[in-house]
């Protein structure tokens, strides 16, 4: 009962910038950690940044000091600010959102392609 619609991916020069949206919908209790994760062909999903429901964030490396993840609660959205794209930031990205009381679930989005041409 809970869907989430992701925005915001596209084609990009290497040094521009995206912003992905990602809003849930439907059966919504509470809202725990919510996070952007990416994949590109062959390769493991890995995770981009992470925000827990305090605010705290968490960015792998790669994206450090270049992408800002954000959350509205009263939308039920997170965002996550790309700047200074470069083309290894080339996958599809992820969003999930964990929601749940007496136990929990990340929910996951169709996946949105960012490209970044060199």
């Known amino acids: 009962q809970v869907q989430l619609v992701e925005s915001g991916g596209g084609l990009v020069q290497a040094g521009g910038s995206l912003r992905l949206s990602c809003a849930a919908s439907g059966t919504i209790y509470m809202i725990h950690d919510m996070g952007w994760y990416r994949r590109t062909p062959g390769n493991q999903r890995e995770v981009v940044a992470t925000?827990?429901?305090?605010?705290?964030?968490k960015y792998s490396d790669a994206v450090k000091d270049r992408f800002t993840i954000s959350r509205d609660n009263a939308k039920s959205t997170v965002y996550l600010q790309m700047n200074s794209l470069k083309p290894d930031d080339t996958a599809v990205y992820y969003c999930?959102?964990?929601?749940?009381?007496?136990?929990?679930?990340?929910?996951w989005g169709q996946g949105t392609q960012v490209t970044v041409s060199s």
């Open positions: 999930a959102v964990q929601i749940g009381m007496l136990s929990t679930y990340y929910y």
């Open positions: 925000i827990g429901s305090l605010g705290n964030t």
